[in-house]
Every structure is written in C-alpha cells, then in structure tokens.
C-alpha cells in the first residue's frame, strides 16, 4: 500500500497543475478577445462578457491577479514535487524534481491551456470571468500593492498605463474587416464599401452637367419618345 503523504503529495500537485492552467490559459483567452464582439454581447445583456470587458478596463489589475495566482500555484507544486521526489529518490530527486517539473508545466499548464485558449477565447475568457472577479475582490489588497511597485517602475521609464490608446478602427481597417468577413453578403460588402468611399466621391461622380443632359418633350408622339432614348 503506498504511503498516504506521497498520494497527498501527487494529488495537491495535480491540483496546482490544473489551477496554473487555468490562470495561463485565461490570461491568454482574455488578451485574445475582440473587444468589438465583447462590447455586442454586453449591449445584449450577456454576463460574462460584461464581468470580462470590466476587467479589460483595467488591465493591469486583471494580469496583476493572474500572474500571482499563477506564481502561487507554481512555486507551491514546485516544492511539493521536490518533498515527493525526495520521499521517492533520496538525494537525487532533488536534481530530478526542477527536470519533471519544467515539463509537466510547459505542456500541461502553459502550452496546452494557452494553445486552446488562444483558440477559442471567448469559450474560455467569459466563463473565467466570474471566477476572476471574485479572486480578484478577494486578493485586491495585495494585487493594488504590487501593481503600485510595478506602475512606480514604469512611471521611472516613462510609461503610463493609463494613456494607452482605445481601441478605435480607421477607415481603412475598417475597410479590411468588411473585406475579411466572410458572413457579410457579397451586395452588402459592396454598399458598406461604398459608404467609406464616399468622401473620395466629387460631384462630377455623381451628377451630370446641364449641357449633356437630354430632355424629352412629353408631348411628342410615343414613337418619337421611344426612339430618342435608345439612342
């Protein structure tokens, strides 16, 4: 029967896995999402996307929760797996505990998770939301300390997080999306098209001069009518 402190020790480090999974893979999903859809789905009434686009609003505070809680979890497994390599090896486990452990977290809790949130992020990022809001209330105290040491440090090489710019489309990315999306019709295509061209259009475009239009006399005979305009 296996000693029951190595079966504790698996079964916390399996956890630990799962919850740095789950801080890499939403930190991901929520950088991916299309700010655009994510203000849609709020206008209509959707939850976790408005608890993930309050979130984006602070950016610095959502990474800060993340990034701590993914250190927690990491540096916990990390000396977990080194009591039980030791319990397993003696001496040597301590050189192979860092080895297993870089590993397993590169695929397990970091490649894998941000490969499948970077590709659906919205299946991930909203659902994550709630669980990010309430860890982010809970460890708010420590998260404004360190972001207040991390801001201090950016504010020393000139960068200010909160003069970043807002997510606004030119014409001309605007333009690209209509282009791009492939569930517009073709005939809407062209008249979305047309309306962002529209200040490329003089009046010469549009209306014809005095002199070149041809007028028809109503009281001419119908022949006479039909004949001048198909010429």
């Known amino acids: 029967m296996e000693d029951p402190s190595i079966v504790t020790l698996t079964g916390s480090i399996m956890l630990l896995i799962i ?17 655009y859809r994510l203000k849609h ?83 991930v990022a909203l ?22 040491v991390a ?3 950016l504010n020393l090489f000139g960068v200010n997080h909160d003069s970043a710019s807002e997510d606004h489309l030119s014409v001309d990315e605007l333009r690209t999306v209509v282009h791009e999306g492939s569930q517009i019709a073709g005939h809407h295509q062209d008249m979305m098209l047309g309306v962002l061209d529209l200040g490329k259009v003089t009046v010469d475009d549009i209306m014809v001069p005095r002199n070149e239009i041809i007028g028809i006399d109503l009281e001419d005979e119908m022949e006479d009518i039909v004949a001048q305009i198909r010429t």
């Open 127 to 148: 659902p994550s939301s709630y669980l990010l809001q309430v860890l982010l209330w809970i460890a708010y105290p420590f998260v404004w300390l360190v972001n207040s």
């Open 19 to 35: 919850v740095s999974a789950y801080f890499s893979g939403s930190e991901t999903a929520m950088m991916a999402l299309n700010r």
């Open 41 to 123: 789905l709020s206008k209509e009434g959707h939850g976790g996307a408005r608890r993930a686009r309050k979130l984006l609003e602070r950016p610095d505070r959502l990474l800060g929760v993340i990034l701590i809680g993914n250190n927690l979890a990491n540096f916990t497994a990390a000396s977990l797996a080194t009591v039980l390599a030791l319990n397993l090896l003696g001496d040597q486990g301590v050189a192979w505990a860092p080895v297993i452990c870089t590993i397993v977290f590169l695929v397990f809790a970091e490649v894998a998770p941000k490969t499948i949130a970077a590709v659906y992020p919205e299946k």
């Open 151 to 153: 801001n201090a440090l």
